[in-house]
C-alpha cells in the first residue's frame, strides 16, 4: 500500500441552510451540521484508502458560532492520521451570509472511520498519510493521543496502558 499525501483527498463541501435545516430561533440544526459533516468526512476518508468506510466515532466536536437560516456552508474534511484500518478526519466548518465578504470558522470536530472490504464486508488495512504542512504535522501527531482517548471511552484500551496520554499529563504536571 502506497502512502498517500493529505491534499490527495482533502474534501470541500458547500451546503445553504434553508428554512427545513434550522430550529425555531432560526439556527442551523446541530444535527444536521452533523450529517453533513459525515458526508464529507466519509467521502475524504473513502478517496483516500479506496474503499467504503463506516463512522466509529465523533469527537471533539465543538459550536463556536450559530449558523443562520441563509447562510453559506463550507465544509473542509482532510485525512489527519491513519492507524491499521481506521481513518481520523479533521473538519473546519465555515459559514458566511450570502452577501458577507468573508467566511467565518464556526465548527470544527474529528471523525473517525474503518476502511471495509467491499467482498468480507470486514475491516482492511489503509494506507499511511504523509502530512506536509506544519498544521498537517500538528494535527498528525497529535491524533496518536486521541486514538487512545477514544480507545480508553470506548473500553478497548485501560487507561493504564495509554502511554502517550500519561506522557501528556506528567508534561503538563511538570509545568
Known sequence: MNPKTVSESKTEMTELVMPNDTNILGNLMGGNLMRWMDIASAICASRHCGAHVVTVSVDHMTFHEPIRLAD??????SVSRTFNTSIETFLEVFTKGILDP???KSNQAFFTFVAIDKETMKP???APV???TEEEIKL???AAVRREFRLIVSGKMKPSD???SMDLFEAVREK
Open 102 to 104: 468573508t467566511p467565518k
Open 130 to 132: 504523509i502530512p506536509s
Open 72 to 77: 453559506v456552508v463550507t465544509i473542509r474534511a
Open 162 to 164: 495509554a502511554k502517550l
Open 140 to 142: 498528525f501527531e497529535e
Open 124 to 126: 482492511k488495512p489503509v
